[in-house]
């Protein structure tokens, strides 16, 4: 009868007692006088157990020593990326601020110029008014004074430039606001 710790033989139900050294494996006695294991090692359990219960040690030993040298290397690694990360950021900081400077100067261009442009539109704007006006005048005058200076006037009216749609941003800065809406992918400039 099979004992409380015993395995029993999946051949022949018999308890695996015994221990084949060639093949390494659990072997009961009717395997053994089944001639399965001619000329083979055969060993109680009790005597190769130590053996092996030390080739576990050697190679749990070497586990470990493994183990000890993964954890360092992560350990090692994730040190360096944190200072890569931190190196990047400030990397990117630094073009942040320099993006920034950028287009805040673009946008003081881009004030000006409109200022200018309004300037342009309102001048124009009251030239047009104050021919408008004279003209007015004129066709309220009487005919002796409504035709003194008519020639003059018309010649004003006909001669008077179309007003021209001022381009508004100049061709170095429509440059420059591409380039800080596309930055050189560089660093450190
Ligand atoms: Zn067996
Ligand atoms: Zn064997």
Redesign the pocket.
Known sequence: MAGRNEILCQVYQEPLKLF????E?L?CMV??KSG???D???LFLEEVSPEYKEKFAIFLDMLKKERDRIVKQVTGEKRQMVTNFRELHSLLEKQENRLVAQLEEVEEEVGRNRDQHLIKFSEALSSVDSLIQEVKEKCQQPPTELLQGARSLLQRCEGKPKFRNPVRFSLALKWKIWETSNPNPNFGG
């Open positions: 084949c050294k060639d093949d494996a072997v395997c053994v399965e294991h001619k083979h090692r055969i």
